[in-house]
Structure formats: structure tokens, C-alpha cells
């Protein structure tokens, strides 16, 4: 009983230490790929606020003003939400509760906000700088304008590539947490199972035991009531022919007294 107890802690063991490495491996995974994307986005806005700017400097007006306060904005929370991302980094040992997938999903729901804010809020300083060129610029309001354009259309196409081989990415991770989470449910209910079936099959056994020798004895006594045991069939026969051959014996003498006398 102790040798199945130690057995069945040992199965269980091995269960939980191959989730906890897929669950770590998965988060780890998840967690790089957060990070690149959170830093990418801070990189691409910090870029974007000084290109803005430099515009506002150069083209002596407010123009720019609404671009500059959109840009901040994002930076402020691509850097909020890069402080999450660290909390997730430095948590160990994580587990895949509900509350943790919660949060996990929660922050790859924000990077795709984020994402999308960063998409409008180039399109917004590109319109507006395109927007610049209707005006009457000097020679070199107009130089620098176009050379501003030229590095924000780098951006954008970045910007493009970036978010689209990074949201397959993000979404496979997502993907194998949901299918991580339904194969630990899964390895739960089944060594839950086990255990019960573990705990009950002795007393089954016991029970099955004792019913298969009651049944056995039953037919041995049925048996023996319908016909005798072939030992005692044989001991009767025996008997039987030793009877016969001493009538034999008996008749055989009487018969030769007879002849002599």
C-alpha cells in the first residue's frame, strides 16, 4: 500500500513538473515577445514626438501642437504598460491560474491598442506634415519638409512589417496558453480520476475476492449434492467387484466339493 502511494506521488509529480515547464516555457515566450513589441512601440513614438517637434520649431506655428499631445500621450502609455510587462517578468514560478491568464491576456489585449494608436497617430503627423506643403514655405521649410516625409514614410513601413509579423507572433503565444490551459485541465481531471479509481480498486478487489470464493464454494457443494466425487464412484465400484469375485470364489468351491464327493 505504501509502494502504490509512493508510485502514485511519483505520476503525479512528473505531471505537474511537465506543466510547470510548458507553463514556463509559454510564458517565457510570451513575455519576450511583449517586451519586443512594448519596446518597438516606445522606440517608433519617441522618434515620431521629436520628428513633431522639430516640425513645430521649423514651421514656426501650432500646427504640430495636436500631434505633440497625442504622442506623449501614447508614450505615457506604452511606458505604463511597459511596467506591467516587467511585473510579469519578474513574477517566478507562475502558475496558470485564472487571474494569471487574466492579466497575460489583458496586457496582449493593450499592445494591440497601443499598436493601433501607434498606426493613427502616424497617420495623423503624416497628413498634417503633407498638409504643410499647401502652404508658402521657404525653400528650406520646404527641403526639410520633405526629408521629414521621407523618414516618416520609413516609419510607417516599418511600422507595417513590424505589426504584422508581431501580431502572428503574439497570437500564436495566446493560442498555445489557451490550449496549455485545456491540457493541464485535462491532466488535473484525469490524475483525479486515477487517484479515486487508485483508492477504491483494494476494497473492490477484496469485495470481488470474497464474492468469487462464495460463488466457487457454492459450486462445489452443488456439485457434490448432484453426483458423487469420482474418488468415492471409484471406491464403490472397487468394492463392488471384490463382492462379486468372492460369490465366485465361494460358488466355485462349493462346486468342486460337490464333484469330489
Not at 506655428?61 to 505633440?68: E, L
Not at 516618416?152 to 502572428?168: E, P
Not at 468469487?212 to 462445489?220: H, I, L, S, W
Amino acid at each position: 500500500m505504501i509502494e502504490k502511494t509512493k508510485e502514485d506521488s511519483m505520476d503525479k509529480n512528473e505531471v505537474l513538473q511537465s506543466q510547470g515547464n510548458q507553463t514556463k516555457n509559454v510564458m517565457q515566450e510570451i513575455k519576450e515577445e511583449y517586451t519586443k513589441t512594448a519596446d518597438f512601440l516606445e522606440e517608433h513614438t519617441g522618434i515620431q514626438l521629436n520628428i513633431a517637434e522639430e516640425l513645430k520649431d521649423e514651421m514656426k506655428n501650432k500646427d504640430f501642437d495636436a500631434n505633440i499631445e497625442e504622442l506623449k500621450a501614447l508614450k505615457e502609455e506604452i511606458t505604463g504598460l511597459k511596467a506591467e510587462i516587467k511585473r510579469l517578468n519578474e513574477m517566478e514560478n507562475i502558475g496558470l491560474s485564472s487571474l494569471i491568464v487574466r492579466d497575460i491576456k489583458t496586457v496582449g489585449n493593450t499592445l494591440i491598442n497601443l499598436q493601433e494608436k501607434a498606426v493613427g497617430s502616424i497617420k495623423h503627423l503624416y497628413d498634417n506634415m503633407k498638409h504643410q506643403l499647401s502652404y508658402n514655405l521657404t525653400k528650406a521649410q520646404e527641403k526639410f519638409m520633405q526629408m521629414k516625409i521621407g523618414i516618416v514614410k520609413g516609419l510607417v513601413n516599418s511600422m507595417q512589417d513590424f505589426i504584422k509579423a508581431q501580431q502572428r507572433k503574439l497570437d500564436t503565444c495566446l493560442e498555445k496558453l489557451d490550449n496549455l490551459s485545456v491540457e493541464i485541465q485535462k491532466d488535473e481531471e484525469k490524475l483525479e480520476k486515477d487517484s479515486a479509481n487508485k483508492e477504491q480498486t483494494p476494497i473492490e478487489k477484496k469485495e470481488q475476492n470474497t464474492k468469487e470464493k462464495e460463488n466457487q464454494e457454492e459450486n462445489v457443494e452443488e456439485k457434490s449434492e448432484k453426483k458423487p466425487s469420482v474418488l468415492k464412484k471409484l471406491k464403490e465400484n472397487q468394492q463392488k467387484i471384490k463382492k462379486e469375485e468372492k460369490v465366485r470364489d465361494v460358488k466355485a468351491h462349493k462346486k468342486d466339493k460337490g464333484m469330489e464327493m
